[in-house]
């Protein structure tokens, strides 16, 4: 099992820019979720799905979209990238609601 | 919205040394995790605990939900255990989101 991968792994965005993380989960979870990690700072939810069709707003959904088209993958929309969004990527996955959560490598996104 | 606190911020100990991480959390919680993210920025989930103990290895964790605290217990230390370990809560009130504190940075010397 490669558990919870995301690509790309870095990525560099100028101002205006727009750009598709994703999220790929071989765990059969329901649950998926998208987070950001800023300097010194625990992470914070931006998106998250309750299963396949489904997504809801976190803590900081502003200038992101997502969808979930297949229970397997999630992916995050920066639609206009802002260099606010300059910030690490980490995708999640659970089995149920507040169950573990596990989570992908990360991706680094810079915005210029 | 529940404020999560962990102290101490940070930690230097040499190779064997035993540490206790502490994560207080405002309001009741109906989640609690504990994970490690290494010096590569991978995080592991190293524990699920709303309450009780749960031991893995040298790795422990005492959730108290009715003071509202939980420890992490590290014992003899390796340079491996090196890195950052947050607790992350989640309440009744909005299971799904779980409520990140700062984290403990915590160093292994050899």
């Known amino acids: 099992n490669a558990g919870v991968t995301q690509t790309p792994k870095f990525r560099v965005l100028k101002t205006g820019q727009s750009m598709t993380l994703l999220c790929a989960q071989d765990?059969?979870?329901?649950?998926m979720y998208w987070y950001r990690q800023d300097p010194g700072m625990g992470l914070r939810l931006i998106h998250y799905?309750?299963?396949?069709?489904?997504?809801a707003k976190g803590e900081v959904p502003d200038g992101y979209n997502v969808s979930r088209l297949k229970k397997q993958n999630f992916l995050l929309g920066l639609e206009s990238a802002a260099p606010s969004q300059t910030s690490v990527y980490f995708c999640?996955?659970?089995?149920?609601?507040?169950?573990?959560?596990?989570f992908g490598p990360g991706t680094r996104l810079t915005v210029t | 919205g529940i404020q999560v606190e962990q102290s101490p911020p940070d930690l230097i100990l040499q190779e064997g040394a035993n540490s206790t991480l502490r994560c207080n959390f405002s309001?009741?919680?109906?989640?609690l995790q504990w994970f490690h993210q290494n010096p590569w920025g991978q995080l592991i989930n190293l524990f699920y605990?709303?309450?009780?103990?749960k031991q893995n290895g040298r790795l422990s964790a005492t959730t108290v939900a009715t003071e509202r605290y939980s420890l992490l217990y590290i014992s003899s230390s390796q340079t491996t255990d090196s890195g950052v370990y947050f607790c992350?809560?989640?309440?009744?009130?909005?299971?799904?989101?779980?409520?990140w504190g700062a984290g403990t940075k915590l160093i292994i010397k050899p």
């Open positions: 999640a996955s659970s089995r149920r609601a507040g169950g573990e959560q596990y």
């Open positions: 765990m059969n979870h329901e649950y």
């Open positions: 799905s309750v299963g396949e069709g489904t997504t």
């Open positions: 309001d009741s919680v109906n989640n």
């Open positions: 605990i709303p309450s009780g103990t």
């Open positions: 992350a809560v989640g309440s009744a009130d909005s299971n799904y989101q779980l409520i």
